[in-house]
Every structure is written in C-alpha cells, then in structure tokens.
C-alpha cells in the first residue's frame, strides 16, 4: 500500500503565494510521474501540473508562469510553488504519484492524496 500526504494548503489574500507539499510513503520500488491536479466547487478535477521522475514538467495553461512543480526523488515528494494566486485557483488540491510497488511487478498504479484546500480571497 502507499499512502500520499499532501500539506501546505490554507486560507491567503489574492497575490499570495503558498506552497503545497506532497510525501508519499509505503510500498514503493519506483514513481514515475507526480502531479498537482484541483477541484473546485461545482467542476470537474483538472490537472494542474505534473512532472515526470526526470524533471520534465508540464502546466495547465491557467497557471503558467505562476506556479512551479518540482520533486526530490530521494524522499518521494513532490511540491508545488503557487505565485500570484487569484480567486480562481480556490480548489481542493490533490497531489497524485504512478508507483510501481516492487522490482517483480513492470506496473504503475496511480494514488491519490486525500487533498488539501487552497482558498484565496479577493
């Protein structure tokens, strides 16, 4: 089993920056992309950002050029650095990891956080 813990999330002005943690732990031979995906009241979850184990990363055109996603491979953690946040980005955010469990086993199983909020008020 693997469990993902995200932190960081919380309540900030509009302009804010926070910046969102995700460690993920158990049974864990390899991962191999991580990402920040978000729902907000009323929509459906969409994908924020991921970032493959070689660091390539890839955004959704909303938060280009105000959020970073990076990892540290050593301690399974993903993070990610949210500049210049509007109203718009208040959503639970959820991190996610594809884990390949043991050196016998050629598959990748996706898993989830239980989410953290992010609110930014105006």
């Known amino acids: 089993q693997v469990h993902l813990v995200e932190s960081g999330g919380g309540l900030v002005q509009a302009g804010g920056s926070l910046r969102l943690s995700c460690a993920a732990s158990?049974?864990?031979?390899?991962?191999?992309?991580m990402g920040w995906y978000r729902q907000a009241p009323g929509k459906q979850r969409e994908l924020v950002a991921d970032?493959?184990?070689?660091?390539?990363?890839n955004y959704a055109d909303s938060v280009k050029g105000r959020f970073t996603i990076s990892r540290d491979n050593a301690r399974n953690t993903v993070y990610l650095q949210m500049n210049s946040l509007k109203p718009e980005d208040t959503a639970v955010y959820y991190c996610?990891?594809?884990?390949?469990?043991?050196?016998?086993?050629?598959?990748?199983?996706?898993?989830w956080g239980q989410g953290t909020q992010v609110t930014v008020s105006s």
């Open positions: 996610n990891a594809d884990v390949r469990a043991n050196v016998y086993s050629n598959t990748y199983r996706s898993y």
């Open positions: 158990g049974s864990i031979f390899s991962i191999n992309a």
């Open positions: 970032i493959t184990s070689g660091g390539s990363a």
